[in-house]
């Protein structure tokens, strides 16, 4: 299993930036050919996906976000191969949720239920 833990979350105003990270533990990325993902969940509405990559090599790992947040957001993993970061930029007050990474073994996945392993979440506050 792994462990993740999500950090960064904060208030903001419309038009700024967060960096989030998801620190990973355990099982580590690594040595598994593993999936993580970014989802967020807005009060009253259903989790939603904002992006994934694939934790294999730096070179060869694969990256999707979602078509609604493409040009704002970005995941990047940097030389710690059990870290990975949601950069998010222009920030809205739609942006507003509880951000959660979650991992899975590949191959890649839009869907919340194909996920196996959950961090604890990190709230995001846009205010306008």
């Known amino acids: 299993q792994v462990q993740l833990v999500e950090s960064g979350g904060g208030l903001v105003q419309a038009g700024g930036s967060l960096r989030l990270s998801c620190a990973a533990s355990?099982?580590?990325?690594?040595?598994?050919?593993?999936?993580m993902a970014w989802f967020r969940q807005a009060p009253g509405k259903e989790r939603e996906f904002v992006g994934t990559?694939?934790?294999?090599?730096?070179?060869?790992?694969?990256?999707f976000i979602a078509d609604s947040m493409k040009g704002r957001f970005t995941i990047f993993r940097d030389s710690d191969p059990n870290t990975v970061f949601l950069q998010m930029n222009s920030l809205k007050p739609e942006d507003t949720a509880v951000y959660y990474c979650?991992?899975?073994?590949?191959?890649?996945?839009?869907?919340?239920?194909?996920?196996?392993?959950w961090g604890q979440g990190t709230p995001v506050t846009v205010s306008s």
């Open positions: 355990g099982r580590t990325f690594s040595a598994y050919a593993m999936a």
């Open positions: 990559t694939s934790m294999s090599s730096l070179s060869s790992s694969r990256t």
């Open positions: 979650a991992a899975k073994k590949l191959p890649l996945s839009a869907l919340p239920n194909d996920y196996t392993d």
